[in-house]
């Protein structure tokens, strides 16, 4: 079977069709209807290549009520992804080469989008040996990113090992940046003016800035990679446009949330609006946003943090820390950075699908929509308005922070390798 998408704006470059074939584009430009194709109208869509999200939380195994490697791969498809990369935060942890290989074997039973398990940097993230970092890469999951995400590696003589280790193979340290001295236990959101007035014990951005600062410093000093997740400070900003510039190896991405929302929202302590790192102050917002357009934040990404009722409906400072984000990550970006003219869709396709596949070296995503390439890609419409409904969703969990937000810009259908898993923004 075959599948010929028709006038599409191909990454914001001009119209064209896309023929693809057994999961590859084998033609572009005019192409005319074979006779046994299913053919998309894509007439005032864009097409990207498939989103790939750096951080998604998808509970399973261990938290099954919260979410499913088969309920988030729907949740993302539906978002326009084509990969995500499960973090190792689960029960039991990813620390192991058979754990790995199992999220990946139930990404791919799911069917929906590719699933690649990110790996504990430490065993059961404990922070203090290093987990089975060569046996997860060499694995059939072929682990490329380490994380203990949730928690720091805060330790800097374990997150040195860490990055020495990953440099034989290409892997990548992907760091939850919070010093735990720093952020306290009871600590559950951004310290500042409204936490004191709200009597909400802070922590301070500092707490951020200083390990990213750490640790660029030892991605230089090892000559390997550190990936800065959900940067969410204008110093953790500072901090990086400082790095690239000595040309230290150092990514980072930025989620949605960070991009838009500001630590105002805890006025009604509504628990929905508590995450870690915490919402902040419009002037990190701001400095975020003109990271993300200047190549200073290279990706997107989600942070999907689904949590069932029971563990995030409580008084704020006892409620579970995250939010979803998987399916409204695009409609947020198109509407805050094209919409304000700060990213076009090449920016788009660039910093939700090229840098994270890159960063995660995952070949197969994030290629050129071209002759020979993969047909994995995202069909937008960007002048779509949608009103996000917490009940309409993939997610097992509800705790979706843009409920009731209008924005510009959805997800019109989604391709993995040649076969649609989403038409008309739904499931196909
Ligand atoms: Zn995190």
Known sequence: MSLLIKGADLAGAGAGDLLVRDGVIVEAGTVSAPADAEVIDADGLVALPGLVDLHTHLREPGREDAETIASGSAAAAVGGYTAVLAMANTSPVTDTAEAAERVAELGQRAGLVDVQPVGAVTKALA???????????????????????????????????????????????????????????????????????????GWPSVAEESIVARDVMLARHTGSRVHVAHASTAGTVEVLRWARAQGIAVTAEVTPHHLVLTTDLLAGYDPTFKVNPPLRPAEDVEALREALADGTIDAVATDHAPHARHDKEHAFVDAAFGMLGLETALSVVSDVMVGSGRLDWAGVARVMSVNPARIAGLSGHGRPLAVGEPANLTLVDPDATVTIDRQASHSLSRNNPWHGHTLTGAVHATVLRGRPTVLKGALA
């Open 127 to 201: 922070g203090e040996e290093l987990a089975e970092l060569g046996l997860m890469a060499r694995s059939r999951a072929r682990v490329r990113v380490f994380s203990d995400d949730g928690r720091c590696v805060a330790d800097a003589r374990v997150m040195r090992r860490a990055l020495e280790y990953v440099k034989a193979f290409g892997g990548v340290v992907s760091q939850h940046s919070q010093d735990p001295r720093l952020a306290g236990p009871d600590a559950c959101c951004h310290e500042g003016e409204l936490s004191g007035r709200l009597g909400l014990p």
